[in-house]
């Protein structure tokens, strides 16, 4: 079989299945997906400006949420709101 990506023959431990579309090379699906712009199978390119503006928001929250619990060493459930 062949590669989704570069056409050449799969075969060995550098092949991989990509769910839901064929056969792939190691190195073809992460080229790929650096192209895209995905992370963990989620296709950042993809996501329409409203929704890639939540999710910096989140991860920013996120971030923020992390640093007060290794700074502070408590495990509170705070979330710092807008």
Excluded: W
Aim: aromatic share 6%; net charge negative.
């Amino acid at each position: 079989m062949k590669c989704l990506f570069c056409q050449l023959p799969v075969y060995g431990g550098n092949g991989m299945t990509v769910p839901g579309r064929g056969l792939s090379h190691r190195k073809c699906f992460e080229a790929d997906a650096l192209m895209r712009h995905s992370f963990k199978g989620l296709d950042l390119s993809s996501l329409e400006d409203n929704d890639l503006k939540e999710l910096d928001e989140l991860v920013a929250m996120e971030k923020r949420s992390r640093e007060r619990t290794e700074h502070c060493g408590d495990s509170e459930d705070e979330i710092e709101l807008f």
